[in-house]
Every structure is written in C-alpha cells, then in structure tokens.
C-alpha cells in the first residue's frame, strides 16, 4: 500500500493562488494515475481532479476547470495541484489520490483507493 503525504495548505485571500503538493512513498510514482479530492466542511468529499499515470493527461471538474491545474513530476514521487483565482467555496481539506498502478482511468472518484490525510485550504472573502 502506497503512502501519501500532502502539503502547502494554508489561509490566502479570495483571489488569490496556492500550490499543493503530494508525495508518494511505498510505490513507482510514475506508475500511478493519481488525483486530488477536497472536503468542505459538512459536505461529502468530492473528486477534483486526476491525472494520467503516462502521457501527463488531465481531466478537471467543472467548478475548478480554467482555475486548477493538476501536474506530476515524476523524478520527485510528487502531483502538484495549482489553485489560481481562489473563491471562498474552494476552503476545504484537499486530498491527494493514487488510484491502481499502470491503469488508464483516472477520470472518475471511483477509479482511485489509496488517500493521504490531507492539508487545509481557507479562502478568506
């Protein structure tokens, strides 16, 4: 079982940007599809995003697409996550995933099973 650490959350101002970032230990990092999810408070945890484990392909929810971008560097076991034009309905607990080495989905919340614990995002008003 793979290991996940996120990191890079923190209170910033509606409008403004903030990189999170998530390494993978226990496991070839390039081999994994891996994504983000968040959490807002009193709301179920919701996919965000993901990103194919070859080929650097990206797919983005509506609600963060033109806004977020998911990127990974593989010689670093590291998926970064940009947040640019911040809202206060982005404040939750943002989630890195790893879903099932060397598979090509990536698209949906059902094709990931391996999470960190997380790292807080505020977006003041």
């Known amino acids: 079982q793979v290991q996940l650490v996120e990191s890079g959350g923190r209170l910033v101002r509606a409008g403004g940007s903030l990189r999170l970032s998530c390494v993978l230990s226990g496991g070839v990092f390039s081999k994994y599809p891996m994504g983000w999810f968040r959490q807002a408070p009193g709301k179920e945890r919701e996919f965000v995003g993901g990103i194919s484990w070859i080929g650097g392909w990206t797919f983005l929810v509506d609600s963060v697409k033109g806004r977020f971008t998911i990127d990974r560097e593989d010689t670093k076991s590291t998926l970064y996550l940009k947040m640019n034009n911040l809202k206060p309905d982005d404040t939750a607990v943002y989630y890195c995933?790893?879903?099932?080495?060397?598979?090509?989905?990536?698209?949906?919340?059902?094709?990931?099973?391996?999470w960190g614990q997380g790292t807080q995002v505020i977006v003041s008003s």
């Open positions: 995933a790893a879903g099932r080495a060397q598979s090509d989905d990536y698209r949906s919340a059902a094709d990931f099973d391996s």
